[in-house]
DNA sequence: GTCTATAAAGTGATAGAC
DNA sequence: GTCTATCACTTTATAGAC
């Protein structure tokens, strides 16, 4: 289903990769121009043009070369969990864990500095999906699939729709985790007490877990939430 | 503490600042020209010089139109909602409500469509915090402030560090959910129901309710989250 | 494959007429 | 306050030499 393209390994082809992946991460895709890119690739201006078509085609290359890997370990963190309690539901929190875990476990991979990496993942999910390249809309909607039909199977009273939102909900402060602990940091004046990623996973996965879960019990006697009008 | 700076009702300068609000919404903030905003608003290129000094200045300007009235808007609901349990802890779905209604209910005073309004709150809140406007930054700051410590009152329990992170990850699960309701249809093939944004504001407060809560009460036992090693 | 040179269009900002 | 004309750059993309 994931087709494995393959990306230079050296060469100037390789070089403009790199260098457009770390300024589209510093300074986002809009930006960033070619002269920019070609600069710090130590290339002339027309090496974009000759090896990718476009400055469009460039970016999107670089947006696979960190989601195919991404998505490819998710699939793979699934499958073994589902080996793994063959037949039976997986717990909420490795389902969760492997959605969330190859975000930041591929950043070793990566010649970029882990703040750049989350901010370059950061930036692709904070596109629209009507302008994210076909290829990579085709993954997203391809895990969101898989991932679905493992939380419906742990979470078997929730509906199917109020499933979607849940997860939906999951993804934004997954991404957000990921893009914005400096913001968190100074908008806090610092107490946020910048624990390791691990830390900051476990954090979340505690977060999401209940979230999902929330409502799959016998419906808590809850002050049912607000709704109401408030006399502002 | 905030400031209630006016905002012309008519004339060209109003003009600007809702040609600038819309297309900033459409395309985002890199991608829109002086050129495209004077054009849409049918003033000359000059006019963005004259009365704001520079494109960066009317960008700063059209963020602030909108943020001060949700800040004002949030931190009337918390007071009010304090009010009304006087000293009692108030309910954790009712400040999470005056947190997030207010960037809903703002919708209805703008002339933005629905979708646009969420799409430019959404690229506000999807800046990096070091290139917020710092007016926007300064309300940022003192909203969360505030909010921090009716939920730290909601939940005893919890430690300052773990509540600022619970309300990070809230903070995403929020903005995703106004940002990218097309995706979430999009990418699920239309399963979400496209239901009010009344429904899914009610599922986010449960969602983010539970992720708040969770770790508040004797610690369940649960199967110790994964953070073990995968065989992959 | 790599490069320079340049075309063609777009950019923010401003001077100066009205 | 409003406008046109224009300055001084930067942009993507490409033609054509090596």
């Known amino acids: 289903m994931i087709r494995g393209a393959t990306f230079p390994e050296s060469g100037s082809k390789r070089r403009l990769l790199d ?4 300024l589209f991460a510093e300074k986002g895709f809009e ?4 002269r920019d890119i070609t600069a710090l690739a130590k290339t002339n201006v027309a090496a974009v043009n000759y090896h990718f078509g476009s400055r469009e085609a ?3 290359m670089a947006m696979m070369r960190y989601m195919i890997p991404v998505t490819q370990e998710r699939l793979a963190r699934l499958e073994s969990l589902e080996k793994k309690w063959s037949g039976k539901a997986a717990p909420l929190e490795e389902i969760i864990d492997a959605l969330v875990r190859p975000l930041v476990s591929q950043v070793k991979k990566s ?4 703040r750049l990496f989350y901010k ?14 076909a290829p990579i809309e085709e993954q ?10 493992a939380f419906a199977k742990a979470l078997p009273t929730v509906s199917h729709e109020d499933l979607i939102w849940r997860m939906h909900f999951l993804a934004g402060g997954m991404i957000h985790m990921l893009t914005h602990q400096d913001m968190l940091n100074r908008l806090t004046s610092g107490s946020s007490g910048e624990p390791s990623m ?14 999902l879960r929330e409502g799959t019990s016998i419906e ?12 502002f």
Do not use: N, W
């Not at 930006?31 to 070619?34: D, G, I, K, M, R």
């Open 140 to 149: 997203l909607r391809h895990v969101i699939d898989r991932f679905m039909r």
């Open 198 to 211: 691990e830390v900051t996973l476990s954090r979340f996965i505690r977060f999401a877990t209940a979230g």
């Open 31 to 34: 930006a960033v121009s070619v």
């Open 58 to 60: 460039l970016l999107g």
């Open 220 to 231: 808590k006697p809850t002050k049912k939430g607000p709704q109401a009008t408030f006399d």
């Open 19 to 22: 260098a457009a992946e770390k």
């Open 111 to 114: 010649e970029l500095s882990e």
């Open 120 to 133: 370059l993942i950061g930036r692709i999910f904070a596109q629209q999906a009507d302008d994210l390249p």
